[in-house]
């Protein structure tokens, strides 16, 4: 029981320390709008991971997906899937999603990033993605020492 407390009372501070607790009209989208992420916001510098932070209509279950692209020359590289989540009973939701450092051998690479977040309701319908662009400064692979 003490470690499912320290569990959320840890994942409690990180929602409060990404700025979960913004500030909002308290109005929930409508079932079939797309979901408002409140973090992170377009042109976000991506660490290896990203804190999904908004509200959805009720009762839906969130899903994110983050799709990387080479910035030089737009390529894409893959999709990473994301979370399915239920929303909280106020709609809201706080989401840890990777968005992973993609390494080439010795090149270095920027890439960047699309967060897709979206919804589906109880009977199956999807509602449009709320996207959010984020990017990443350039690889560079550390080599290890000589022996």
Same mark, same amino acid.
């Given at each position: 029981m003490r470690t499912r407390w320290t569990v959320l009372l840890s994942c409690a501070a990180? /929602? /409060? $320390?990404?700025?979960?607790? /913004?500030?909002?009209?308290? !109005?929930?989208?409508l079932e079939g709008q797309a979901p408002v992420v409140t973090s992170p916001t377009d042109g976000y510098v &991506?660490?290896?991971?990203t804190l999904v932070v908004g509200k959805a209509p009720l009762g839906s279950l969130v899903v994110i997906q983050t799709f990387v692209f080479d910035t030089t020359d737009d390529g894409y590289i893959k999709m990473v899937p994301g979370h399915r989540h239920k929303v909280n009973p106020d709609g809201s939701f706080? $989401? $840890?999603v990777a968005t992973p450092r993609? &390494?080439?051998?010795?090149? !270095? %690479?920027?890439v %960047?990033?699309?967060? #897709?977040?979206?919804?589906?309701? %109880?009977?199956?319908r999807?509602?449009?993605?709320?996207v959010? #662009?984020?990017g990443q400064g350039p690889y560079t692979p550390v080599q290890p020492p000589s022996a």
């Amino acid at each position: 029981m003490r470690t499912r407390w320290t569990v959320l009372l840890s994942c409690a501070a990180i /929602v /409060v $320390l990404a700025g979960a607790c /913004v500030a909002d009209n308290g !109005q929930l989208p409508l079932e079939g709008q797309a979901p408002v992420v409140t973090s992170p916001t377009d042109g976000y510098v &991506a660490g290896p991971s990203t804190l999904v932070v908004g509200k959805a209509p009720l009762g839906s279950l969130v899903v994110i997906q983050t799709f990387v692209f080479d910035t030089t020359d737009d390529g894409y590289i893959k999709m990473v899937p994301g979370h399915r989540h239920k929303v909280n009973p106020d709609g809201s939701f706080a $989401l $840890l999603v990777a968005t992973p450092r993609i &390494a080439f051998g010795e090149k !270095q %690479r920027v890439v %960047r990033y699309e967060i #897709h977040v979206f919804t589906i309701t %109880r009977d199956g319908r999807k509602s449009p993605s709320a996207v959010i #662009h984020a990017g990443q400064g350039p690889y560079t692979p550390v080599q290890p020492p000589s022996a």
